[in-house]
């Protein structure tokens, strides 16, 4: 296997993979959009030849049989050189509020409205989107936290071995697409009921002291790190890139985030991760 490797970069229209291609240039892979999968056994042979060893390529996922099979052609391209798919989706009214901010024409528009065209681009890539290493939901993420969550699982002089994100949210607002693990703290005392705390987050020092209140709080901590403890080796032994760990509590602002910020005080000096803490719902 050559020691090369090609980052795939695919999903949704509107979902981030434009940006996500900016990120990995910046990274220092070489950059290669829109290619047709018919010629990707051509332009590996080329870069090949220029000996040219970190490639992020996003595929032409809608073409017809003419351009050739997606996943076929990465399949191919997984005999020669380590590969990864990345996938990236977002939330229905975040691609439609994208769409109708750009002005831009859906490549299935000829489905019909806007959303169905989503709902058929959704479904077309749905054996792709199950063939991913990774899983991207750009829904809340900022041009920032998404190029900080590429370059902790791909940049090339990174030595962590496993990219870690953990997410505080809050159900009310729904599920994060893309989580690997998800943990729901409803059960631990709610500072909301507190006038005094509401405002606060759970990154503040007295809401930390309501919640360790809660006798469960404790042995919660406890068991939740020993099975992380135990569950993180066996990720990096897997060769896992990116594991993304969902903390959720009702409004995503007190108990999700004090657990996450346990979560990361117990790793943060382990060599062998690359941390960050991504709160969706804390300014809602």
Not at 191 to 203: A, H, S, V
Not at 220 to 248: C, N, R, S, W, Y
């Given at each position: 296997?050559?020691?090369?490797r090609?980052?795939?970069?695919?999903?949704?229209?509107?979902?981030?993979?434009?940006?996500?291609?900016?990120?990995?240039?910046?990274?220092?892979?070489?950059?290669?959009?829109?290619?047709?999968?018919?010629?990707?056994?051509?332009?590996?042979?080329?870069?090949?030849?220029?000996?040219?060893?970190?490639?992020?390529?996003?595929?032409?996922?809608?073409?017809?049989?003419?351009?050739?099979?997606?996943?076929?052609?990465?399949?191919?391209?997984?005999?020669?050189?380590a590969?990864?798919?990345?996938?990236?989706?977002?939330?229905?009214d975040?691609?439609?509020?994208?769409?109708?901010?750009?002005?831009?024409?859906?490549?299935f528009?000829?489905?019909?409205?806007?959303?169905?065209?989503?709902?058929?681009?959704?479904?077309?890539?749905?054996?792709?989107?199950?063939?991913?290493?990774?899983?991207?939901?750009?829904?809340?993420?900022?041009?920032?936290?998404?190029?900080?969550?590429?370059?902790?699982?791909?940049?090339?002089?990174?030595?962590?071995?496993?990219?870690?994100?953990?997410?505080?949210?809050?159900?009310?607002?729904?599920?994060?697409?893309?989580?690997?693990?998800?943990f729901d703290?409803?059960?631990?005392?709610?500072?909301?009921?507190?006038?005094?705390?509401?405002?606060?987050?759970?990154?503040?020092?007295?809401?930390?002291?309501?919640?360790?209140?809660?006798?469960?709080?404790?042995?919660?901590?406890?068991?939740?790190?020993?099975?992380?403890?135990?569950?993180?080796?066996?990720?990096?032994?897997?060769?896992?890139?990116?594991?993304?760990?969902?903390?959720?509590?009702?409004?995503?602002?007190?108990?999700?985030?004090?657990?996450?910020?346990?979560?990361?005080?117990?790793?943060?000096?382990?060599?062998?991760?690359?941390?960050?803490?991504?709160?969706?719902?804390?300014?809602?």
């Amino acid at each position: 296997m050559s020691a090369g490797r090609i980052v795939f970069v695919t999903g949704l229209s509107g979902a981030g993979k434009s940006q996500a291609m900016k990120t990995f240039e910046d990274l220092g892979f070489y950059c290669v959009e829109h290619l047709p999968p018919a010629a990707l056994d051509e332009t590996l042979r080329v870069l090949d030849a220029a000996r040219i060893g970190e490639v992020a390529i996003a595929l032409d996922t809608h073409g017809d049989a003419l351009l050739g099979d997606a996943l076929a052609a990465i399949e191919r391209a997984a005999r020669t050189r380590a590969t990864s798919l990345l996938y990236f989706e977002a939330r229905n009214d975040a691609l439609v509020r994208r769409f109708s901010e750009t002005r831009r024409r859906h490549p299935f528009a000829s489905r019909g409205s806007l959303r169905e065209a989503i709902a058929a681009e959704r479904d077309a890539l749905l054996p792709v989107r199950e063939r991913a290493t990774m899983t991207v939901d750009t829904t809340m993420l900022t041009h920032g936290a998404l190029k900080e969550r590429l370059a902790a699982a791909f940049a090339p002089e990174a030595r962590a071995l496993l990219a870690m994100t953990i997410v505080p949210f809050g159900f009310k607002y729904g599920l994060p697409l893309d989580l690997d693990m998800l943990f729901d703290v409803r059960f631990l005392r709610n500072p909301n009921y507190d006038d005094t705390l509401r405002p606060l987050t759970g990154e503040d020092e007295r809401v930390a002291r309501f919640i360790e209140t809660d006798a469960a709080c404790e042995p919660f901590v406890t068991k939740l790190l020993d099975m992380l403890v135990f569950l993180v080796p066996h990720a990096i032994a897997e060769g896992k890139a990116q594991l993304t760990i969902g903390i959720g509590c009702t409004g995503g602002r007190h108990r999700s985030i004090y657990i996450a910020r346990r979560i990361y005080a117990h790793f943060e000096n382990d060599e062998r991760i690359a941390l960050a803490i991504e709160p969706r719902d804390v300014g809602r």
